[in-house]
């Protein structure tokens, strides 16, 4: 057992990775391709070519066993993660019949199938009509449906990514009720799809023969033949287990398996999650997401272009320090986090609200990003600064919003994502919330928890609590300064927690006479 590894594939939004973790939860070897993260064939939407996905996978796999101690008969298993909300439609030949669409395109539609009277009725009373006509606009099957009829007509399933990758791997339409994140029939508090008399079935033009199998986390679905070993390296006959989607995996990957820990995802989108065994919806009428434990819950709180917005900084005004960081052959993070220390905690007034995207219900299909605070002394490193801070206010809003619905205290954070890499970024975290925040042993968190999937599957561990308990462990820890957190404190209650509420009519008025963002 000591020398088993395990392969974990996780395709994310700007790369897939190829990774090998021992039973300790340690990298043994690695290979990434980047790609380009989608093409824009019209103004908001963002797609991307399906069968790149596949050979980026494949050229990761072969590029894994060329890496040192890469040892293909030492492979017990393989398990896929990947990002999450992107579909794609395949024939009756599971040849994909157009590009796929991503978790960041912004189409939607007003031709969409009606829901019943009694569930109107029904949905009025509850006063989340609203959201419901949103889940119908937004989704992609109705789109497809209603502007691309004749690929609707030969579609024979409709697959999210990961449903797609583990088809290509192992040739079954199957994929983890940990997965089904996205605009679906899926009963999220039953973890399977929906009953025959969920109104989804009315909101959606799908049928149930369209959708795969769904299995839980940790179930062998299939192994790896001749074919696809030729193109990946990987052993055949190797089985292939379920994992979940990225954030999940990287919830148990970070070691979050109980309801005080708090898991700060800084990736794309910012996210804080606690897994529970209860059903708790943090959002009234927004369900939980399912855990990449089975039978659990993501109690997850998002900002949808997260950490996005750094990487935005950085490349709109980081010019400076990336071409630093090749002369001087240090990593770019390095030179931003000395930006960032050049600021004191606050960044001088300089107060950021990161709804950069709309949401749902909170916030509002109305929300736009603001920065307000701008005076003479003001730089980009406080912007940048303002950036890091901004998010750390919105999920600490999250992490609230979590305690008063769930009943449990939030005692401990770790931290995740391309973002857990910066002490700067994890220090102002500490701060804001006033909490020893942890950074996990190992960066690739998402893929350690499609590893943990997968050994407990194949009986290498008894269960996800020994798993996690095995593979996972902190890495360096952050205490609050005791000063910036008062201060950081004041600033939260008294300017941060009553900006939205202020912006908010102001907001809908932009969106009135600009069109922008369109009302659902």
């Known amino acids: 057992m000591t020398n088993k590894t395990i392969l974990a594939i996780d395709n994310g939004t700007q790369s897939v990775r190829a990774i090998l973790f021992d039973l300790q939860g340690n990298i043994v070897a690695k290979a990434q391709v980047h790609f380009e993260s989608y093409f824009s064939a019209h103004p908001g939407w963002a797609e991307h070519d399906p069968e790149d996905y596949w050979q980026s996978l494949c050229r990761a796999c072969q590029q894994l066993w060329e890496q040192p101690g890469a040892d293909k008969a030492a492979v017990a298993g393989v398990a896929v993660t990947t990002q999450r909300g992107t579909v794609i439609n395949v024939g009756i030949d599971g040849v994909p019949l157009r590009p796929a669409i991503t978790w960041l395109d912004q189409r939607r539609t007003d031709v969409a199938p009606q829901v019943g009277m009694w569930w109107n009725l029904a949905f009025r009373l509850a006063r989340v009509k609203g959201t419901i006509d949103y889940f119908r606009g937004e989704a992609e099957i109705n789109w497809i449906k209603a502007h691309q009829p004749d690929v609707w007509a030969r579609t024979h399933k409709f697959l999210l990514l990961s449903g797609y990758l583990n088809y290509r791997l192992c040739g079954r339409y199957v994929d983890s009720t940990g997965s089904q994140v996205a605009y679906l029939p899926f009963d999220y508090k039953r973890q399977r799809w929906a009953g025959p008399r969920d109104w989804k ?10 959708l795969p199998e769904l299995v839980a986390p940790g179930t062998v679905i299939g192994k790896i033949d001749d074919a696809v070993a030729a193109l990946t390296g990987i052993p055949a006959g190797t089985p292939l287990l379920a994992a979940a989607a990225d954030k999940a995996c990287e919830v148990i990957g970070a070691g979050c398996q109980a ?133 750390a206010y919105a999920l600490r809003e999250g992490k609230e919003r979590t305690e008063k619905r769930s009943g449990v205290p939030i005692t401990e954070l770790r931290v995740s994502g391309g973002g857990s890499q910066s002490d700067a970024a994890m220090q102002l975290t500490a701060d804001i919330f006033g909490l020893p925040t942890a950074r996990p042993h190992v960066y690739e968190t998402s893929g350690l928890g ?40 004041r600033l939260y209650r008294q300017v941060y927690r009553k900006m939205y509420a202020r912006l908010q009519p102001m907001y809908a008025q932009i969106a009135e006479i600009t069109g922008y963002p369109k009302k659902p």
């Open 201 to 210: 079935w009315q909101a959606l033009a799908i049928t149930p023969q369209m």
């Open 259 to 391: 309801p005080h820990i708090g898991c700060l995802s800084y990736g794309t989108t910012a996210t804080i999650n606690t897994t529970s065994r209860r059903y708790v919806e943090v959002t009234p009428f927004i369900p939980p997401y399912p855990a990449a434990i089975p039978d659990t819950y993501s109690t997850e709180v998002q900002i949808f272009r997260g950490y996005w917005m750094v990487n935005w900084f950085k490349e709109q005004f980081g010019h400076h320090e990336r071409a630093r960081a090749l002369e001087e052959d240090v990593a770019p993070e390095q030179l931003f986090d000395e930006l960032v220390n050049a600021v004191p905690a606050g960044a001088m007034g300089l107060m950021l609200q990161p709804y950069w995207s709309p949401g749902i219900r909170v916030p509002g299909p109305e929300a736009k990003g603001a920065i307000i605070g701008f005076g003479d002394v003001h730089t980009r490193a406080h912007v940048y600064r303002a950036i890091l801070e901004g998010l």
């Open 450 to 489: 499609a590893a943990i999937a997968a050994a407990v599957g194949l009986g290498l561990y008894p269960d996800f609590a020994a798993a996690i308990a095995a593979m996972t462990r902190i890495g360096r820890v952050f205490e609050p300064i005791a000063a910036n957190r008062v201060m950081y404190d």
